[in-house]
């Protein structure tokens, strides 16, 4: 890998910090009771609001309908993906300071699957927290689930929850772009070279 391509890949890494920097995910809900809308951040280490109050509001609604209550501490998946994100940040840096082509090319495959694992994990979560409701629920609708969405808007009762991607998974697509971009660009490079080489005839 020549210097340019190092460069790529040193930025693809460090393009993972912004997940430390700014949530991953954002869900906003509208409900009768709250009319400016709530707005849930969904970090690698923690789940917080737009408020102090949002995670409490968002709760009390929860409540209403049977679903459990939200809380960081319960999610195993926030304690160790930080461990993950500096892992795959410290490693990038290592490939691009030892400039083997092919490893920056699995790096940038191994953090795709990384990413798509994210996906289909929070998927799940929002299909566990929308059909896992107790009976005990204040409202009650027969057959009724409340799935937020993964991506987009949804109504579930009265209430319109919109799920969209925020400023920390732009951290993994631009590392994905700038890995995948080192490892082509510095392919390209390489068969170039292999071309003009001279032959040389046997005298």
């Known amino acids: 890998m020549k210097a340019i391509h190092r460069v790529l890949m040193i930025v693809a890494a460090l393009s993972l910090g912004l997940l430390f920097m700014f949530p991953m995910w954002k869900i906003y809900l509208k409900a009768p009771q709250y009319p400016e809308g709530l707005e849930m951040h969904i ?32 999610f195993a998946e926030l304690k160790f993906m930080p461990y993950i994100v500096i892992g795959f940040m410290v490693t990038g840096v290592l490939i691009a300071l030892i400039g083997k082509r092919n490893l920056a090319g699995a790096w940038a495959g191994l953090l795709m699957g990384a990413g798509a694992a994210g996906i289909l994990d929070f998927y799940l979560w929002l299909v566990k927290f929308g059909t896992n409701l107790s009976p005990e629920a204040p409202i009650k609708v027969p057959g ?15 209430f319109e929850a919109l799920s969209l991607p925020a400023l920390g998974s732009a951290g993994i697509l631009l590392a994905i772009v700038f890995s995948i971009l080192a490892f082509y660009l510095s392919y390209k490079s390489a068969k170039k070279e292999l071309i003009n080489k001279p032959v040389h005839s046997a005298a």
Request: charged residues 10%; without cysteine.
């Open 144 to 158: 009724m689930t409340y799935i937020p969405p993964l991506l987009g808007n949804k109504t579930l009762l009265n």
């Open 43 to 74: 970090w690698v280490n923690k789940i917080s609001g737009s408020s102090e109050s949002v995670l409490q509001n968002f709760n009390i609604l929860n409540h209403y309908i049977g679903m459990e209550p939200i809380h960081a501490e319960s």
